[in-house]
């Protein structure tokens, strides 16, 4: 046997199982909308970063080159201006030496060269306070300045002296000093610096010898010069090598400060300015980026505002279709429904056609043997007119006398009574008659009221019932429209009452008696039987009939699904039962089995009135 049980009402029902087209296409394009932005959003802004960076590497870049160039024109001019006056200083140094070397300086150094220094140089160095080098000591400081003074006590030194103040006065020179070739300073315009070891100086080294002129550009707060203290100056001081006349020997070292105050100034402000213009450029380019960023960010958002109008009005196209294709979709359903329902309730019709004419054929039986039945009564009493009207004038005369005896004329009456046959009076076949007649109509009475409790006019009323004498009220009926050839039993056991629709319980058991007669066909039994299971009512609807074939078994319930030929069958019985007992809160289920002791059974069960 092979079985199936029905499939839950709310996967069939088709408004519960609708796919909810609108909400769904809603709640998802709208994610997706919201994606969109939000990715949207989110590149717009990594662009604008993007190029926010790039603005200000460019910026950073510009600021780099600018001071890059500022402070090379800053060094170049320093550096240009150190050579001029390196070279300056080398035609004045020449021609100083030109006219004082041979005749003054020469003598002059000779003899400061006679002076031993040795003794200060043995002298030990003290390392440095600030960076640990060693330094000359005060003790050695203070010999080398006694050599000093030595050197300015000689008798010529004054005339020297004032040669080189006159020579020098008014010029850029702020102070001449001039080396021997041990390093010792033999002359200073400052005379306090005389007697000083330059030996370990890289300018004097440089000058001394390589032959080679040094220069470098300082800063003083005090200077002594020719004419005097001066403050705040900046200064070349270039070491030149004094060469022998016509030759390249060297014999001497000068150190010459020069004033460069007026051109540094010159080279400051021009500095200034460049790094002015600089600022003012960097300035304008800052103001450029910010212009631009504010316009690419403007451009930004105004395309993202585009697209996202864009993007609402596809999604209220979009909307616009779905919504009018779920309407459409809504309606074409409606009206399938409504097909559904008109073609369930002909079929209706025509199983209430098809028992319409059972029932006639029903009535006709005792309609037409009552009739008959009453015929032959009547012409049977017809045959009693005579011998009545005989009893009725025997009666009259008996009345009338009141003697013992009466005499009658037999002649006058023989005619009379001769028609008489006494066979034709017997009273009993009439009776019979009329009783096979009332017994006829009884039985049409029994079919007018089965009738009647079968298409109860208030459908929609639930009511409490017994389920058996609703059952066999459905036999009663079903016998009208199957052949004879198929017994119908009842199997009832007491069944406790409960609340139903009868007339949609009544076509329930109808379908289901229908298609056990169809599955029978010619001979065959269908019981139907009534038993309590559980708590639960069961009704079985038993048939022999042929069986379902496993292929066909998993669409019965199908609306619309029938094996039978057009016209025979629509698919709907199995449909509609199922959806009755379903909304009765009871379950429909079917056991089958083809071949041989082919039949099926179909099983309701429903839940007992509480
Ligand atoms: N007792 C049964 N025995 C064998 N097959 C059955 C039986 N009951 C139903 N079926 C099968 O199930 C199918 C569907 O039955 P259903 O009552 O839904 O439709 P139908 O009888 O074909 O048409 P309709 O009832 O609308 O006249 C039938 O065509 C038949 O093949
Ligand atoms: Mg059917």
Redesign the pocket.
Known sequence: MTSLAGAPLAALAGNSGRFRLLPFFAAASLAMFLLVAGALWYFERQQGAFFRDVQNQQIDFFKQVQDDFASRQDSVARRDLLSIHEAGNVNLTRLFANALWERDFAPFVGKAGQISVDECRALADVPDAKDGKPKPSAEKKACFAEIGKKIAAFPEFAGLNAKVFEMMKKSTVFKIKVFDLRGITVYSSEHAQMGEDKSLNAGWLGAAVDGKPTSELTFRDKFSAFEGVVEKRDLISSYLPVLAPGSEKVVGVFEVYSDVTPFLNQIKATSADIRKAAADNQDKVEAAAVADQETVDDSGTRTLAIVMLLLLLLFAALFAIVWRAAALIARQEMERDHAQQQLAQS?KM??LGQMVAGVAHQLNTPLAFSSANIQMALQALARFALPLQVAGSFSRLVKATDADKVMVNVASARDRVADIDPADLDVQMPQAMLQDTLQGIEQMRELVENLRDFTRLDRTKTSRVDLNKSLHNVIYIARSVIPTSIEVKEAFADLPEMDCNVSQLNQVFL??I???A??IGEHGTITVRSLVEAGRIRID?E?T????AAE?LP???DTY????PAG??????????RTIVTEHGGEIA?Q?RTGENS??T?TVYFPVAA
């Open positions: 079929e025509a199983s379908n289901l229908n298609n056990a169809q599955a609807v048939d009939g042929s069986g379902i066909h669409h019965i319930w699904y029938t094996t039978k025979e069958g629509t698919g709907l019985g199995l449909s509609i039962a079917v089958t039949g099926t179909f």
